[in-house]
């Protein structure tokens, strides 16, 4: 859940689907403008390299760069982090800056890192290259690390995540996955927060969420847990539920819903599934809330003021996949 937004939280989940990215955007010359300019301190613009110049994950003699802009005038190779707790290979960059240091290599010399904020191997990889030049004095390569986050800057600097949606949906990734928002709290917020009730009470949310899915689990429905680390940003606190192998309801607390709603437990299956389910859900429920690409009903709150609340969310999600199960 929380993704339906942007088609790019589907497609991109490596740092080679990353680069690809990257690569196709370059072929926008506004785009490929800002980021040269960002890999060359502002020598060398789109004019200078086309994207015909730009290769990913291709050989060069027996190296093998994320990406690499190359022609008479420039020679760049780009290691891509995404992950700040990735390290480095033995022969990074020491590698690439052998090369670039070569005879094969044409034109100005250039290393980028390009890497996450809060890169945990940002000394190690200051310190390979602080050897690599120390120990060739006469290398005229350049090296610059480069952070997500420069990137996201200059692109919304230019407004070139209004040129198209791919550029707006990259940038928008980029910043789900690196800008850390500011938090602020209001005086009801925290007024709320420190009142001990509300710390048992969303104890005893979460406790009723596991035991629901115990129980269901024993009576040998399918189910797969969805039990976000945070739930509070990745979204959810619950689980799905299959038949034969499909999804066919989702059960839980999810987050964003909640806020918008002031709903914390809800039920209810997405749009892109068996298109039978979908329909046997609006005949089921026709009040029921739409929200991104889901639909929606609630456990309202008599239910969790019964004298035996498991029990009573248990009979109506098991009312629920039966209902679903309907479809062929």
């Given at each position: 859940m929380g993704k339906q937004y942007n088609i790019l939280s589907y497609l991109i989940d490596s740092e080679n689907r990353t680069t690809e990215m990257l690569y196709a955007l370059l072929a926008y010359k506004p785009f490929r403008e800002l980021v040269v300019r960002l890999f060359t301190e502002s020598k060398f613009g789109a004019d200078d390299i086309s994207w015909d110049d730009i290769e990913i994950q291709s050989r060069i003699g027996n190296i093998i760069p994320d990406m690499a802009l190359r022609n008479d005038k420039v020679s760049i190779l780009v290691e891509v982090k995404i992950d700040c707790y990735r390290g480095l290979m033995d022969s990074q960059p020491g590698s690439y800056l052998k090369w670039l240091a070569g005879p094969k290599a044409n034109g100005s010399s250039i290393f980028v890192a390009l890497v996450p904020p809060d890169y945990k191997y940002l000394e190690e990889l200051d310190r390979r290259i602080n050897d690599f030049q120390s120990s060739n004095s006469n290398s005229s390569v350049r090296t610059?690390?480069?952070?997500?986050?420069?990137?996201?800057?200059?692109?919304?600097?230019?407004?070139?995540?209004?040129?198209?949606?791919?550029?707006?949906?990259?940038?928008?990734?980029?910043?789900?996955?690196?800008?850390?928002?500011?938090?602020?709290?209001?005086?009801?917020?925290?007024?709320?927060?420190?009142?001990?009730?509300?710390?048992?009470?969303?104890?005893?949310?979460?406790?009723?969420?596991?035991?629901?899915?115990?129980?269901?689990?024993?009576?040998?429905?399918?189910?797969?847990?969805?039990?976000?680390?945070?739930?509070w940003q990745d979204g959810e606190y619950g689980c799905y539920i299959k038949r034969k192998g499909n999804y066919i309801l989702f059960f839980g607390l999810w987050q964003d819903y909640w806020e918008k709603f002031g709903q914390p437990l809800c039920y209810g299956v997405a749009e892109e599934w068996d298109s039978s389910v979908c329909e046997e859900f609006r005949k089921a429920h026709p009040s029921h809330e739409k929200y991104e690409a889901y639909l929606m009903k609630n456990i309202d709150q008599l239910?969790?003021?019964?004298?035996?609340?498991?029990?009573?969310?248990?009979?109506?999600?098991?009312?629920?996949?039966?209902?679903?199960?309907?479809?062929?």
């Open positions: 610059l690390v480069v952070k997500w986050d420069q990137l996201i800057q200059v692109v919304l600097e230019n407004d070139l995540e209004k040129l198209n949606q791919y550029i707006r949906d990259f940038c928008s990734l980029l910043k789900a996955w690196y800008e850390v928002p500011v938090i602020k709290f209001t005086t009801e917020e925290t007024r709320l927060m420190y009142d001990k009730k509300n710390a048992v009470s969303i104890r005893k949310l979460l406790e009723t969420i596991e035991e629901v899915i115990d129980v269901l689990k024993e009576k040998g429905y399918e189910v797969k847990n969805s039990f976000s680390r945070r739930w239910t969790l003021l019964s004298e035996r609340p498991v029990f009573s969310i248990t009979k109506t999600i098991e009312k629920e996949i039966e209902t679903l199960s309907r479809q062929p």
